[in-house]
């Protein structure tokens, strides 16, 4: 059985109020970017997955892998 993949992101909720999600499900609430940021960093670290964060609009922003591969960082363009 092969393991399904599921991505981290983080959403605008509301006005100045973001959520971190994963497969649906939503992690955390928070106030600021930043700190939805620092915590769906950790759950895609853990998980193996990629980071995708949203803007106010709901456009991709940004998207960071954590998962299986070189040792690199990833660079935004």
Same mark, same amino acid.
């Given at each position: 059985?092969?393991?399904?993949?599921?991505?981290?992101?983080?959403? #605008?909720? /509301?006005? =100045?109020?973001?959520? *971190? +999600?994963? &497969?649906?499900?939503?992690?955390?609430?928070?106030?600021?970017?930043?700190?939805?940021?620092?915590?769906?960093?950790?759950? #895609?670290? /853990?998980? =193996?997955?990629?980071? *995708? +964060?949203? &803007?106010?609009?709901?456009?991709?922003?940004?998207?960071?892998?954590?998962?299986?591969?070189?040792?690199?960082?990833?660079?935004?363009?």
């Amino acid at each position: 059985m092969t393991r399904q993949r599921r991505d981290v992101h983080v959403i #605008a909720k /509301r006005v =100045r109020r973001w959520k *971190v +999600t994963q &497969g649906g499900r939503t992690l955390s609430h928070h106030r600021t970017q930043e700190t939805a940021v620092t915590a769906a960093r950790r759950a #895609a670290r /853990r998980s =193996r997955v990629d980071l *995708v +964060t949203h &803007g106010c609009n709901g456009r991709i922003r940004s998207k960071d892998s954590f998962g299986n591969e070189t040792s690199a960082r990833d660079i935004e363009q």
